[in-house]
């Protein structure tokens, strides 16, 4: 099945999964994570949740997806920090660990933002790259179509080199 970068509004979407660049206390928040509440409900979203709790950086949990998609997957990625914390680790590990919970539930399609890009302040660049090697080199690219989703066109234009 395909893999796919995209310019879209990752809540707009028809996938089975979408994943939020979440916060570890699963919060609420701004960017990505703001519009995937918002699109899912909010209130259910935050009930479902505060019940689990945290997610660590480089993890990933599952819930419901409500009004948005079968099931969102959360994942924390690295706060940039100059590249020498171990953030293209933890990055990748967002990247294994969400596909991993969209293949164990099932899912046929995955649409996945270029996590920590944001607020987070990994350099657009070096973020794709992660985002492209860890998906590409993944056991998941024959089970399910990837949507690497990018809401903006400097982001898509890293992408395209």
């Known amino acids: 099945m395909p893999f796919q970068i995209v310019r879209n509004d990752i809540t707009k979407m028809n996938t089975d999964v979408v994943v939020n660049a979440a916060n570890s206390a699963l919060r609420m928040g701004a960017g990505v994570c703001g519009a995937v509440f918002n699109a899912a409900s909010v209130d259910a979203l935050t009930e479902e949740c505060q019940k689990t709790g945290h997610c660590d950086v480089g993890s990933a949990v599952i819930t419901g997806g409500y009004n948005l998609c079968r099931y969102i997957i959360h994942t924390v990625g690295p706060v940039w920090k100059g590249g020498f914390s171990g953030e293209k680790e933890k990055l990748v590990a967002c990247y294994k660990n969400v596909l991993e ?7 046929e399609s995955i ?8 607020v987070y302040g990994y350099p657009k660049d070096k973020a794709m ?5 860890t998906i590409v080199a993944s056991d998941y690219l024959t089970e399910m179509d990837i949507y690497l989703v ?3 066109k400097s982001a898509v234009a890293q992408g395209n080199k």
């Open 101 to 107: 919970c969209a293949y164990e539930v099932g899912a």
């Open 150 to 152: 990018l809401f903006d």
């Open 129 to 133: 790259k992660v985002a492209v090697e």
């Open 111 to 118: 649409a996945i933002p270029l996590i920590s890009s944001g």
